[in-house]
């Protein structure tokens, strides 16, 4: 079933866009946090396509996840 909703279309837009930022970053410097993060970020957009809030809870919890990640060491 196909999705019209433009708040999904654009949550999914924005998240994707984020985490191919945060992948090539990642692979750029050989960071895994924000590789593996772009890489979770842009799955958001498949796995939640229905409903921007979840998508964009699911979004700043990877964000949050990267945050830490890089302040571990």
Not at 37 to 56: D, E, R, T
């Amino acid at each position: 079933m196909i999705n019209f909703d433009t708040s999904a279309l654009f949550a999914s837009i924005f998240w994707g866009g984020l985490g191919v930022g945060f992948f090539v970053y990642g692979k750029k410097q050989q960071s895994a946090g924000p590789l593996l993060g772009g890489i979770a970020l842009m799955g958001i957009s498949y796995l939640i396509a229905n409903s921007a809030v979840w998508m964009s809870l699911a979004g700043v919890g990877i964000l949050l996840g990267i945050y830490l990640w890089s302040r571990r060491g």
